[in-house]
């Protein structure tokens, strides 16, 4: 099984309406990163969550993390045409080897029509 | 600050050659990690170096190797091209914290015929 399981896999929303991906994790989260992807190119880095209860917001979007239930959630608020591609989480494994190595998401897909 | 950069962008291969990939960090980071991203195994860690070190690995054979330069640049090895080896490759920069934010590249699409 997925060490971080991501929901929904795919998402349709029509322009304007509010959505929100999660992020749950097997193991312990220690930093928990959120990127956004054009298919075939680089990951766009949009927010790293370090602590419990942080969230952090960048325009429209913002993350939460909740260290109990190993889980964060990334929430669009007004969805516009920019924002659809392919949303990855990733955690950060380096604590428990010394170093950074991240373990990703399988991605949500997230399509928004005008 | 420039972004990651990474060279060159597509490369197409045959079964059986080696390919060397180049990834520049952001200018001040010191840790550049390696990823493979493919359709069916999704992005999997490679290696990290830190200060010309591999502090990280992932699970891939000894045909994949790495090194870093005093400059932090970062090139990435592959040899006796499998078909399986094609996919986008992508580092990452950091600062080389335990935890910190990492900067992706374009990737560098890797095409074994």
């Known amino acids: 099984s997925q060490e971080l399981e991501q929901s929904p896999q795919s998402l349709i929303v029509q322009e304007g309406k509010n959505l929100t991906i999660n992020c749950t994790s097997s193991k312990t989260l220690y930093g928990l990163y959120w990127y956004k992807q054009k298919y075939g190119e680089g990951l766009i880095f949009l927010m790293m969550?370090?602590?419990?209860?942080e969230e952090k917001s960048h325009e429209k979007i913002t993350a939460k993390l909740d260290e109990k239930k190993q889980q964060s959630s990334l929430h669009i608020t007004a969805s516009q045409p920019s924002h659809a591609g392919i949303y990855l989480c990733g955690a950060d494994r380096g604590r428990e080897t010394s170093g950074s190595r991240l373990t990703f998401g399988e991605g949500t897909q997230l399509t928004v029509n005008p | 600050k420039a972004g990651v950069t990474q060279t060159p962008r597509y490369l197409i291969k045959t079964r059986g050659q080696q390919v060397t990939l180049s990834c520049s960090p952001i200018s001040g980071h010191r840790s550049v990690s390696w990823y493979q991203q493919t359709p069916g195994q999704g992005l999997q860690f490679l290696f990290e170096?830190?200060?010309?070190?591999?502090?990280n690995k992932g699970n891939f054979p000894g045909r994949f190797s790495g090194r870093q330069f005093s400059n932090s640049r970062s090139e990435m090895n592959v040899s006796t091209l499998e078909l399986g080896d094609s996919a986008l490759y992508l580092c990452?920069?950091?600062?080389?914290?335990?935890?910190?934010?990492?900067?992706f590249g374009p990737g560098t699409r890797l095409t074994v015929l």
């Open positions: 990452a920069s950091s600062l080389g914290r335990v935890i910190n934010e990492q900067f």
């Open positions: 170096y830190f200060s010309e070190t591999q502090r």
């Open positions: 969550l370090q602590k419990g209860g």
